[in-house]
């Protein structure tokens, strides 16, 4: 399930949860970009489609707004689920500087690799 948010600088925030049963984890990903459509491509395309904008910046800054947004939302996850593990990933290297502040809330750092590339995910045990 996905939810969209306009953002006051007119950007667009994307918040997706998926849940996956095999491991018990619930994922939220996190995407700012300038319209629906990129935020979309963002989380849908493949790795090598010139489309995704996955680790770019795409424009203006977008400050706290998507952090405090996506926290509200993170909040009422954690509240209605119980038992499992919460990963939450942002896009780029600015949207994980700013969710960095996650490790206030008891999330932890975790790095892996995928498709070659380290990815970075914060994530708790509820």
Not at 16 to 38: A, G, H, P
Not at 56 to 77: H, N, S, V
Not at 100 to 111: P, Q, S, V
Request: net charge positive; with cysteine; charged share 25%.
């Amino acid at each position: 399930m996905g939810k969209f948010f306009k953002l006051k600088n007119g950007q667009w925030l994307k918040i997706l949860f998926s849940y996956c049963s095999n491991e018990n984890v619930w994922y939220m990903t996190i995407v700012v970009s300038d319209s629906k459509r990129q935020c979309n491509d963002c989380i849908r395309k493949t790795e090598n489609s010139p489309k995704v904008f996955f680790g770019q910046y795409t424009g203006r800054k977008a400050g706290l707004e998507p952090f405090i947004i996506a926290l509200r939302e993170l909040k009422t996850l954690e509240q209605t689920v119980s038992n499992c593990e919460i990963r939450v990933s942002g896009a780029s290297s600015r949207l994980k500087n700013i969710y960095k502040w996650l490790i206030w809330y008891g999330y932890k750092i975790k790095n892996i690799k995928n498709f070659d590339r380290d990815m970075e995910f914060f994530y708790k045990v509820v």
